[in-house]
C-alpha cells in the first residue's frame, strides 16, 4: 500500500517438497528515510530445520537490528540471537550463542559497545553437562593500545 513516500508491504513465498520446504515472510514499512522491516526464513526437513529471523529499523545513519538463527537436529541444536545497534561509528551489540545437545550444553553471552577506537565488552560462557559445569566471566576494556580486563570462573 502506497500513501505518499510511505509503503507498507508483506511478501510471504512457500516452496514445498517431499524432502524439504523453504518458507519466506518479508514484511515491511518505508516512511521517507526511514525502514521497519522484518524477514523471516525458514527451512525445514526430515533431519533438521534451519530458521532465521531478522527484525531492523533504518532511520537515516541508525540501524537497530536483531537477528535470530535456530538450527535443530535430532543430536543437537544451535541458536544465536544477535541484538546490535548502530549510531554513528558507535556500535553497541549483544551476541548469545546455545547449543545443545543431548548429554551437555555450551552457552556463549557476549555484550560490547564499541566507540571509535574504544571496546567495552563482557565475555561469559556456560558449559553444563550431566555431573559438572564450568563458567567463565570476562569483562574487559580497550582503549587504543591499552586493556584493562578481568576473569572470574566457578
Keep these: 500500500m502506497?500513501?505518499?513516500?510511505?509503503?507498507?508491504?508483506?511478501?510471504?513465498?512457500?516452496?514445498?517438497?517431499i524432502i524439504c520446504s523453504l518458507e519466506i515472510v518479508?514484511?515491511?514499512?518505508?516512511?521517507g528515510n526511514c525502514?521497519?522491516?522484518?524477514?523471516?526464513?525458514?527451512?525445514s526437513g526430515i533431519i533438521c530445520s534451519l530458521e532465521i529471523v531478522w527484525n531492523h529499523l533504518f532511520i537515516g545513519n541508525c540501524l537497530e537490528s536483531s537477528v535470530h538463527w535456530k538450527l535443530s537436529g535430532i543430536i543437537?541444536?544451535?541458536?544465536?540471537?544477535?541484538?546490535h545497534q548502530f549510531i554513528g561509528n558507535c556500535l553497541e551489540s549483544s551476541v548469545h550463542w546455545?547449543?545443545?545437545?543431548?548429554?551437555?550444553?555450551l552457552e556463549i553471552v557476549w555484550n560490547h559497545l564499541f566507540i571509535g577506537n574504544c571496546l567495552e565488552s563482557s565475555l561469559h560462557w556456560k558449559l553444563s553437562g550431566i555431573i559438572t559445569s564450568l563458567e567463565i566471566v570476562w569483562n574487559?576494556?580497550?582503549?587504543g593500545n591499552c586493556l584493562e580486563s578481568s576473569v572470574h570462573w566457578k
Excluded at 35 to 43: D, F, I, Q, T
Excluded at 76 to 83: M, Q
Aim: one cysteine or more; glycine letters at 6%.
Design 76 to 83: 543437537c541444536s544451535l541458536e544465536i540471537v544477535w541484538n
Design 26 to 31: 518479508w514484511s515491511h514499512l518505508f516512511i
Design 2 to 17: 502506497f500513501i505518499g513516500n510511505c509503503l507498507e508491504s508483506s511478501v510471504h513465498w512457500k516452496l514445498s517438497g
Design 140 to 143: 574487559h576494556h580497550f582503549i
Design 98 to 105: 546455545k547449543l545443545s545437545g543431548i548429554i551437555s550444553s
Design 35 to 43: 525502514l521497519e522491516s522484518s524477514v523471516h526464513w525458514k527451512l
